[in-house]
């Protein structure tokens, strides 16, 4: 049976959506990189929403607030189902609550997922990348700047890890005098996004003509 909504999400998201779904079903997978420009997010988030939507269908977007630029995103035909999480990390610790607990009892934390450390999400590829413009001599010292607000790495781990991620993450952390840690992922809420009920706290469910509210 072909599964009945739309879906559409992010590059950091993808691979656990199409493992969840357990099918070929397409999806609308967007650029990690709109990330760094919530307006364009937008922009590209709504133009897909109306591309796909039909009078009646469903269309779930596996994204978090994403520095609200998922609000005021709208269907003219179909319902949109969001997940009330700030970003994507909230959507794989399994709610809002436990992201922002774990950053009350260290505001310092790196998220990284096993997905995202060959992506634009893993900001010291990134950083290394953006530094190569600057003279060795300064490479390091506005390294550290760039970083002075991270103290640890947490990865975001499943039941089956694989052992190179791990590695790669505790090479990271001790190369920039961070600390490690793992945290287990939890998947129910995406699952929930992805098959329902809807009917919870956790979910924006907004009618055609309806924006997406901040929340």
């Known amino acids: 049976m072909p599964f009945p909504n739309k879906v559409i999400t992010c590059r950091a998201l993808a691979p656990l959506v199409k493992e969840l779904l357990g099918t070929d079903e397409p999806l609308t997978v ?28 469903t269309i779930l977007l596996a994204y ?15 319902t949109l189902v969001l997940s009330k999480v700030d ?15 774990v950053l009350h009892e260290n505001p310092g934390t790196y998220f990284l997922e096993s997905h995202w ?11 290394k990348k953006d530094l190569k413009r600057f003279p060795k001599e300064r490479q390091q010292q506005l390294l550290k700047v760039a970083l ?14 694989s052992i190179e991620p791990l590695k790669r993450c505790r090479q990271l952390a001790k190369k920039h005098d ?9 998947l129910k809420l995406l699952d929930k996004l992805l098959h329902g009920p809807w009917d919870g706290p956790e979910f924006i469910v907004a009618p055609p003509g309806i924006p997406i509210p901040m929340f």
Do not use: W
Request: include cysteine; proline fraction near 2%.
């Open 178 to 186: 961070m600390t490690f840690c793992c945290l287990p992922k939890d």
């Open 64 to 78: 978090g607030l994403c520095g609200r630029a998922l609000e005021g995103v709208v269907a003219k035909k179909s």
């Open 87 to 101: 970003d994507c990390v909230g959507m794989l610790l399994g709610s809002r609550q436990r992201h922002r607990q």
């Open 148 to 161: 002075k607000h991270y103290n640890r790495l947490a990865l975001l781990t499943g039941k089956d890890q």
């Open 30 to 57: 967007l650029d990690i990189a709109l990330h760094l420009q919530p307006e364009r997010l937008r922009q590209s988030i709504g133009e897909e929403v109306a591309r796909l939507e039909r009078n009646g269908e």
């Open 117 to 127: 450390l060959d992506t634009e999400l893993n900001i010291f590829d990134q950083l």
